[in-house]
């Protein structure tokens, strides 16, 4: 790898939260996650100063960002128009040989197994996942890219995607200065997911600190993000590792890889597992270990995406994490404390049976 | 739920027809037990919990004396702000109660402020208030096994006229029977002494939690707060030490699973000298181990250990067998007490600020404080003192018998508390005038047509409450007593057509996922009847069926909340359970295969 290639790209392993300005949230996370000891599927990320160039070398950079500035986050359809022009603008921009030379090395190295292994792509930008904005899903993900000339491609879209409209009105509302927003891209190997999912490590619907709640689904977890099926609910004791609640449901579609070799198809679910659990309870306590060990690395509540996948050589089954994110809906709120010391520990008792404080 | 809600799925009590053939029934009770005019505008729930089969007359009395004690420990001694007593009828046998509470806002601050003072210096005094309850109830256990009961012999001894007491032995009987009837009342006064306020302890923590965690399980709580050095698991040690001592002396092989415990006795007896040895070892822990009850005390034929050891000697026979086959079977007490720490620590750092830290630990601590008497109360009292207690009763029924009043000592137990007085009055009379007593023809085949009358009771199908639903139920002694709740009523109220036939919910008492054979138990008596491997099906399950825990895969139970034995010896156990389920008895047949889902509390038939 070129000195000069190096600064385009680093590997997750290199990274941890603190290189968020350079790698983008997503990676951070990811690379944080892996110094935590957590499975991550191994891949590379290009770093931000790459898109940062590839726009200054085609001479648009100062334009955009000029023109999103004058934007405002209420005029939906300016916001539209200028991200669809400003999208396909970028789609037509070439990308510097330096940072495509770079990239491409980087894929080779991954595909060891023979030319254009299957990967993920997905965009990572320096504002999301901060723990005040929740700022996940507005860019763009693409599963199972193959060969350089799509990986590319993929990259590019990646980097038009911070230009969506979603983003730029979520940007133009928080008045964020445009000249700091950047774009990295993590290339990621692609897992080949038996069953994924998400997990809380706070419940969304109580807000009880105890619990981990975990949904799954068969196949890739874009099948429960697209809201296509009803996952498999588990409600786990994170003290005890326990399961509080099982709710299997009726799992009628999966996401898998198309049989092309590229790209997602969804697919009917085979009679035998639509109603069967996606997971074991073997699994869901390795994931409800998983989800202590990350939450005590945070030191706070996240958000979990994991896949089970087959290990290309062995076929062993093993969990990996594609995304941590600190959990924002109940963080923010004002919960009133359950109840405050008294003068004796016998108090308590008398004013619950005495009713002297009103029972709620 | 609340869309489809049955508007009157009980029956009211004057609805409530007489068994075919029970004829006269209401004799056998007191009159204060019977239906009232104005019962129909009360809801009553049956306490299958406490009173699981049909009450035979005598028995009559472990329903009215506890009612007594309780209602005057919460009316009247401390006036608890809004719960006062309970009130209970016997219709067809069964024991339905109504909780009484106190509503009016005035009337609750006039009370809280005796109640605040009294309850006050329990919770402050509690360690030596505790250590003198302990002394009187030995007291009063030496006091019952000290009365003798006069045989009413020819000539009253010399000494009616050494010592010039000028007494005859015949005024002894009526006094020992009621000095016998007193002391019972004086356990049930000492039983609630503590126990309400303890309860108190666990109830205000358990709400802490429910509030900081809203989706805690509730045996979640219970295992922060269950006590591990309890005297129940004491007893069960002692079980594994008499098994150890089998196998160390090499006459294990006489515990076999199923046998009589008569058949037993003999070959260990048979056994040369290590028999010697194990008998010297049982009989050092049979008095007072083997007083535990296989009931709690509310019947008189469910016997102690001691008198019927089918229980005791199955639960050795299983620890033989995970002895030889290289078990370790002692208890890990510290390991538990590890495990009880480690639990409560995470929740405690799981709570957002230090307050509710430090109001956690004040509720917590109390509780450790207080729970050594709420579970270990009822080996003093449901056990050993009512142990001691009936076996005085079949010593008046003796004497019954030698009197040619009653045809066995067990027949006492069908005539209720003021006609053995009677009974024992025409013997006293009798003797006296040195004639026969009267009552053998009134009595006998009284006796008689009572065991039909309850084995007819035994087959009548009990309305689980009875009267008009109630708006709601918060009633935080019922809940923690009987586990009912507003929830309750609503699963009990459905009506039919929404009762799955194939799935039974009740309360997730201890966690996992089983599938095997159930054995439905509808008698304690039954309890010998249970194998290896069974999934234990009963209507409630009292401490003392710990010994036969090691041997089954699930408990499922009728009756019962969180904090019933059933749930707790389960947890210790690690096996599944799910209780208060309201009709598994009812619709589980032994040898149908089920799934017990303790996680949810859900228990299937899969058959």
Redesign the interface.
Known sequence: MSQEGRSYISRISELSLADRPLAGGKSASLGELTSAGVAVPPGFVVMTPAFDEFLRTAGADAEIRQEIESLAHNEISQVTAASKRIRQRIGQLPVPPDIGDAICSNYREMSLNGAGCPVAVRSSATCEDSESASFAGLQDTYLWVRGEEQLIERVRSCWASIYNAESITYRRRLELPEDQISMAVVVQQMVDAICAGVMFTR?PT??????IVIEGSWGLGSSIVSGEVTPDHF?V????G?????NISDKVVEHTADPSGSGVREQAVDDQRRRAPCLSDESIAELWQIARKVERHYAAPQDIEWAICRDPDTGEQKINLLQSRPETAWATRD?E??????A???D?????????KKR? | MSSKKNSRPFPLASEIEDVPGTEGWEDMYPYYTRRQPGDDEIFWFYNSMHFPEPMPAFDALTAEVPYTAMGANTTRIFAFPATLGVEHRIINGRVYITAHAVTDPDEIARRTEIFNKRAGHYFENWDELYDKWHKKMLALIEEIDAIEIPQLTEFDDESAVLEGRGIGQNHFVREAYHRCIDMFSVMWHHHFELLMLGYGAYLVFFQFCKKAFPEIPDQIVARMVAGIDILMFKADDKLKSLAQTAVDLGIGKHFVDGADPDAVMAAIEASGEPGEKWMAAFDEIRDPWFNISVGDGFYHYHRSWDDDRTVPFSAISHFVKLIESGEDIVRKTEELKAERKRISDEYRALLGTEEERGAFDQMLGLCHHVFPYVEDHKFYCEHWFTTRFYAKMREFGDLLVKCKLLKDREDIFQLNRSEVEDALVDAMLAWAAGSEPLGAARWQPLVEKRRDILAKFAEWDAPIAIGPMPEHLEDPAVQMLWGITSETLDLWSLPPDQVSQNELHGFAASPGVVEGIARVLKSVNDIGQVREGDILVSTVTTPSWGPVFPKIKAAVSDIGGTMSHAAIVAREYGMPAVVGTGRATKQIVTGQKIRVDGDNGIVTILD
């Not at chain 1, 109580?206 to 619990?211: H, L, N």
Request: charged letters at 25%; aromatic letters at 2%; glycine letters at 2%.
């Open positions: 419940s109580t807000g009880d600190k105890s619990v409600v004791n994170k003290v005890t326990e399961i509080n609640k099982r919960v404390p359950a109840a405050k010391p008294t004796k520990a016998f308590h008792v008398l004013d619950l049976l005495s009713a002297r709620t």
